[in-house]
């Protein structure tokens, strides 16, 4: 009989095959005890197999429901990219439609080459047979071999390559090529050039047209006389004219450069400099034209006067695109209105002293005139031949007088128009002691005292004639209108003011009223003090003879305190 406590599958199964009722042989027991042991381990493997199926599944479900959910995710994002791809290449495609342009790509090993819808055009429409090849194409080209050699190059070097023009044979299109080996990722070991093609007559045909019209400009504005500098508004030159720089390396070298370069380029001294920057800065402040003369001093020592304009072009938004300078010669023109306002000055220089000349004449001739035509109707009138003799007699003086009136006026005549004497080196010192020994009896009879210094005027140039004429006339005026209340002391001085040598006799004698005579002092027949031989011809004399040689004089005096003279003497150095 079997017993009750076996795995029930086992049960089962003996049951099947030897029905109930069964009894079995010790044997046959242990065999089936075992067999039943190895049931329960089984049972036990089951319900683990059973429990950890149970548990994978589980697992899987949620690996699997994860898994849905990222392949969702995945395809989106694929979708989003792939519609981000086609907009790329669409916008690309406007883009290089707008700009006249293609892309392609070439495998030099294989000769294979793709080229994008754009490129695709550009070669229909300009016959381009681009399905033989590459190098077909570039037969269609000037400088074909040049074009191939580049890109070969290019291939070798993996440098980058650019083509700024090529021509097509026997038309007037013009492309432009850029391009680079890269690797090709998809096939290893394989190169792609991947490049650019793209349209550019027009700019090339806008850049020869500018070019042209530039050259045209540029050779009337070379050819005009006056001398034309085109400026930016930071006076950085733009162009230059032969008129104003011959030397074309100069010019070459100024553009770029501002004014401040330019003028320590040219070594513009920093007077003329300033004097030029604040001129262009008023024209920009007030946007109008600025016109100025400008005077410089050549290498030569020759003054050039230039008259200069400066004209700002405005854009239409009121800003100043660049600056117009040009500048005319007028030194010669210059050197004529200054002659012209010389000679004027001179004339009315003249015509003055033609009217004091006149009124000379008018006065010291008519009193002798008179006198001599008295005597002789007086002599007409007699028939006394010894009142005749006494009336001839008193004649003689008067023509002396009048000849000496006459010799006077001419001398002065002389003075004003000789300008041409020679000029010399006067010693100052023995000048003076000269003049002053004609004047040694006077001196030792008044017990007038010299003092004479000449600092640093050792020599005075001016022709010696003038300068002793001077001289004898300042001491001997000095000496004349001493006063009678005081010994006389006579100062007589020289020193240099920069080219010129300042002379100064100074006395402590009767002076001049000169709120009363200060437009007469050195008029001629003026005289201020009662003297018997003050005729009023020595300090006009002096003035026409300082005058002439182009120096000066003045006078500083109060009455009864003394008078001094300043004589300024020009050209010294």
């Known amino acids: 009989m079997i017993k009750g406590n076996f795995h029930r599958l086992l049960r089962r199964q003996v049951l099947t095959h030897f029905g109930e009722g069964f009894k079995t042989s010790p044997e046959l027991e242990s065999f089936i005890d075992a067999v039943n042991e190895a049931y329960r381990d089984f049972d036990k493997d089951l319900d683990h197999a059973e429990r950890i199926l149970k548990e994978s599944s589980s697992e899987l479900f949620l690996k699997n429901k994860e898994l849905n959910a990222l392949n969702s995710s995945m395809a989106q994002t694929i979708a989003d990219q792939t519609a981000d791809i086609q907009r790329i290449a669409f916008n690309l495609q406007k883009a290089e439609h707008i ?16 080229l994008s819808v754009q490129l695709k055009e550009i070669c229909r429409e300009y016959n381009i047979d681009y399905e033989q090849g590459v190098f077909h194409v570039i037969q269609l080209f000037d400088n074909t071999d040049d074009i191939r050699d580049q890109i070969l190059y290019a291939i070798n070097t993996r440098e980058k390559l650019h083509i700024e023009r090529m021509k097509m044979k026997h038309r007037e299109v013009y492309l432009m090529m850029e391009g680079q080996i890269v690797e090709n990722t998809t096939n290893s070991g394989d190169v792609l050039f991947f490049g650019v093609i793209q349209v550019v007559t027009e700019r090339v045909l806008s850049e020869r047209q500018y070019i042209e ?101 405005i854009t239409e938004n009121n800003e100043i695109k660049f600056v117009i300078s040009y500048g005319i010669d007028i030194t010669d023109r210059k050197e004529i209105e200054e002659k012209q306002l010389l000679l004027v000055d001179q004339y009315a220089y003249q015509n003055a002293k033609l009217i004091d000349f006149t009124n000379i004449v008018s006065h010291n001739l008519r009193g002798p005139l008179v006198n001599i035509d008295l005597l002789v109707k007086y002599m007409q009138a007699t028939e006394d031949i010894e009142e005749k003799n006494d009336l001839i007699d008193k004649l003689g003086p008067i023509i002396e007088s009048l000849h000496e009136v006459f010799d006077e006026l001419v001398e002065s005549i002389q003075v004003q128009n000789d300008t041409e004497m020679v000029w010399d080196n006067n010693d100052f010192t023995e000048a003076v002691e000269r003049i002053l020994k004609g004047f040694n009896t006077e001196i030792l009879n008044t017990g007038a005292v010299f003092c004479v210094e000449h600092q640093d005027v050792p020599t005075i140039k001016f022709p010696s004639k003038y300068f002793n004429s001077i001289l004898h006339n300042l001491i001997s005026n000095a000496i004349k209108y001493r006063s009678p209340n005081r010994p006389l002391q006579v100062t007589i001085e020289a020193h240099k003011e920069g080219n010129k040598a300042i002379l100064r006799i100074q006395d402590n004698g009767l002076g001049i009223d000169l709120n009363r005579h200060k437009d007469n002092i050195f008029k001629i027949g003026k005289v201020f003090h009662r003297n018997p031989s003050a005729k009023g011809f020595g300090l006009f004399m002096t003035k026409a003879q300082i005058e002439a040689m182009g120096g000066n004089i003045w006078v500083e005096s109060e009455p009864d305190k003394g008078t001094t003279f300043s004589v300024e003497f020009v050209d010294q150095d």
């Open 99 to 114: 700009a006249g342009m293609g892309n392609f790509s070439w495998n030099p090993a294989t000769g294979e080459l793709e």
């Open 213 to 313: 019209q530039k050259d045209f400009y540029e050779s009337i504005l070379n050819t005009l006389p006056p001398d034309i500098v085109v400026l930016d508004k930071d006076t950085r030159y733009l162009f230059v004219n032969p008129g104003a720089i011959q030397d074309e390396f100069v010019r070459n070298y100024m553009i770029g450069k501002d004014h401040n370069e330019y003028s320590r380029f040219r070594k513009v001294s920093p007077e003329v400099h300033e004097f030029r920057m604040r001129n262009f800065k008023n024209m920009l402040e007030t946007r109008q034209e600025v016109e100025w003369e400008d005077s410089v001093i050549k290498k030569d020592g020759k003054r050039e006067v230039k008259l200069r304009r400066v004209v700002p072009l």
